[in-house]
């Protein structure tokens, strides 16, 4: 590790903090380490030192000497309006999504064509509500989730894929392409036999090596679409590449994939971990960014992986989540400063009866649950063991 101590007031977006002057049991912070990510955070770590130390190995300001090279833009992006007010408008953007991806999806079976036109706009409409609260529509999508498989899987991906984008400050119109890409990276799979697509077993040696053709129908597709953002294709080229040249279709490693390529293939992979899948079990967000952690460096970029977890959290949006009174809520809104510390929105009392109206905690307030004890997140709850339906009490 290449350490180096500087004043809180040099500190700046994509620095990584890797020790403090005073003991991490006398800070509110939750992570031995943790990556720079907005000037709210450096408010927070100026109220409780003076001085830290960066690892320069994992600067990501693209000046810090880092061995990961710059990943962060500079656009500065702030909640212009709350969740509540948001998931109105997201309500009709993800409509539009849908409407789109299905036209889309329509277009390639009957002409064998991409139409891009129904897409475009409804990306553009979802990014600018990512870019007023990211959390709106990734709430909505976890609450929602009624289409099929391969719907589900591209519009997750596409939220997730812009919304990590806006964390990482990039401008609007590089979101823009991250969220088509999201929604394209395997629309080449509508070139594959129903056959393949629908089993249930353990590929064979020879439906992996057909499966994998699917990148290459999907690249195919995009360049022969008219209106497409310039180097869209290449984000989907490379989402099956991996840092250590085990990916494919050409086996690129390291700084070969484009910073914008390997967030596809880091979300793809998270994406289709936490989804629901035929051939395996759908993993919980926490576990499924373990594991992404443990292949950091060798399958995915080291540092992407990083401000990935710091961008999903520890308690995701529309996460059931089990108070410490036994109460039950959905998160509806992260912390950045304190991921322990989310927006939650109580939906069933301690007896697993639902409470009505709602009510709202945001635990960085430590609103009281006892005379002696604040509100605190005991554990993740598996959504499907509710007795009721989240949606009802937001759509």
Same mark, same amino acid.
């Given at each position: 590790?290449?350490?180096?101590?500087?004043?809180?007031?040099?500190?700046?977006?994509?620095?990584?903090?890797?020790?403090?002057?005073?003991?991490?049991?006398?800070?509110?912070?939750?992570?031995?380490?943790?990556?720079?990510?907005?000037?709210?955070?450096?408010?927070?770590?100026?109220?409780?030192?003076?001085?830290?130390?960066?690892?320069?190995?994992?600067?990501?300001?693209?000046?810090?000497?880092?061995?990961?090279?710059?990943?962060?833009?500079?656009?500065?992006?702030?909640?212009?309006?709350?969740?509540?007010?948001?998931?109105?408008?997201?309500?009709?953007?993800?409509?539009?999504?849908?409407?789109?991806?299905?036209?889309?999806?329509?277009?390639?079976?009957?002409?064998?064509?991409?139409?891009?036109?129904?897409?475009?706009?409804?990306?553009?409409?979802?990014?600018?509500?990512?870019?007023?609260?990211?959390?709106?529509?990734?709430?909505?999508?976890?609450?929602?989730?009624?289409?099929?498989?391969?719907?589900?899987?591209?519009?997750?991906?596409?939220?997730?894929?812009?919304?990590?984008?806006?964390?990482?400050?990039?401008?609007?119109?590089?979101? !823009?392409?991250?969220?088509? +890409?999201?929604?394209? /990276?395997?629309?080449?799979?509508? *070139? #594959?036999?129903?056959?393949? %697509?629908?089993?249930?077993?353990?590929?064979?040696?020879?439906?992996?090596?057909?499966?994998?053709?699917?990148?290459?129908?999907?690249?195919?597709?995009?360049?022969?679409?008219?209106?497409?953002?310039?180097?869209?294709?290449?984000?989907?080229?490379?989402?099956?590449?991996?840092?250590?040249?085990?990916?494919?279709?050409?086996?690129?490693?390291?700084?070969?994939?484009?910073?914008?390529?390997?967030?596809?293939?880091?979300?793809?992979?998270?994406?289709?971990?936490?989804?629901?899948?035929?051939?395996?079990?759908? !993993?919980?967000?926490?576990? +499924?960014?373990?594991? /992404?952690?443990?292949?950091?460096? *060798? #399958?995915?970029?080291?540092? %992407?992986?990083?401000?990935?977890?710091?961008?999903?959290?520890?308690?995701?949006?529309?996460?059931?989540?089990?108070?410490?009174?036994?109460?039950?809520?959905?998160?509806?809104?992260?912390?950045?400063?304190?991921?322990?510390?989310?927006?939650?929105?109580?939906?069933?009392?301690?007896?697993?009866?639902?409470?009505?109206?709602?009510?709202?905690?945001?635990?960085?307030?430590?609103?009281?649950?006892?005379?002696?004890?604040?509100?605190?997140?005991?554990?993740?709850?598996?959504?499907?063991?509710?007795?009721?339906?989240?949606?009802?009490?937001?759509?």
């Amino acid at each position: 590790m290449d350490k180096k101590q500087i004043p809180v007031a040099e500190l700046r977006p994509g620095m990584y903090v890797t020790e403090l002057d005073r003991p991490w049991i006398e800070t509110p912070f939750a992570f031995q380490g943790f990556p720079i990510t907005s000037a709210d955070q450096i408010n927070e770590v100026k109220k409780h030192c003076e001085t830290v130390f960066i690892d320069l190995d994992r600067d990501t300001t693209g000046d810090g000497g880092g061995k990961q090279g710059g990943i962060r833009g500079t656009v500065v992006y702030k909640e212009v309006t709350s969740v509540e007010r948001e998931m109105v408008v997201a309500k009709e953007v993800y409509s539009a999504v849908e409407t789109g991806v299905q036209a889309s999806l329509e277009s390639i079976r009957t002409t064998g064509e991409l139409d891009p036109k129904p897409l475009t706009s409804a990306v553009g409409s979802m990014t600018r509500s990512i870019e007023r609260n990211p959390d709106a529509m990734m709430l909505l999508f976890r609450i929602k989730q009624k289409g099929g498989e391969e719907f589900n899987r591209a519009v997750d991906t596409s939220i997730h894929m812009t919304t990590f984008g806006r964390f990482l400050q990039f401008p609007g119109e590089r979101l !823009e392409m991250l969220g088509l +890409a999201g929604l394209l /990276l395997d629309i080449g799979k509508t *070139k #594959l036999p129903d056959a393949l %697509l629908e089993k249930k077993d353990a590929l064979t040696a020879e439906d992996y090596q057909l499966s994998k053709t699917h990148v290459m129908h999907s690249v195919e597709l995009i360049r022969a679409a008219p209106g497409l953002p310039k180097g869209l294709d290449e984000v989907v080229l490379q989402h099956h590449e991996r840092q250590d040249g085990s990916g494919y279709p050409r086996g690129l490693k390291g700084r070969q994939i484009t910073i914008d390529g390997a967030i596809a293939g880091l979300v793809n992979s998270y994406s289709a971990l936490t989804s629901k899948r035929g051939y395996a079990e759908q !993993e919980s967000p926490s576990n +499924a960014l373990g594991k /992404l952690y443990k292949v950091r460096g *060798k #399958l995915f970029h080291e540092a %992407l992986v990083e401000q990935f977890i710091q961008c999903i959290g520890i308690y995701p949006v529309g996460s059931t989540v089990e108070l410490n009174t036994g109460e039950v809520g959905i998160v509806i809104a992260q912390n950045l400063v304190r991921r322990l510390q989310p927006r939650v929105m109580v939906i069933l009392d301690a007896s697993w009866k639902p409470i009505k109206p709602q009510v709202i905690l945001d635990l960085i307030k430590e609103p009281r649950a006892t005379s002696d004890e604040p509100y605190r997140i005991k554990r993740t709850l598996p959504r499907d063991k509710l007795p009721i339906n989240p949606e009802e009490f937001f759509l």
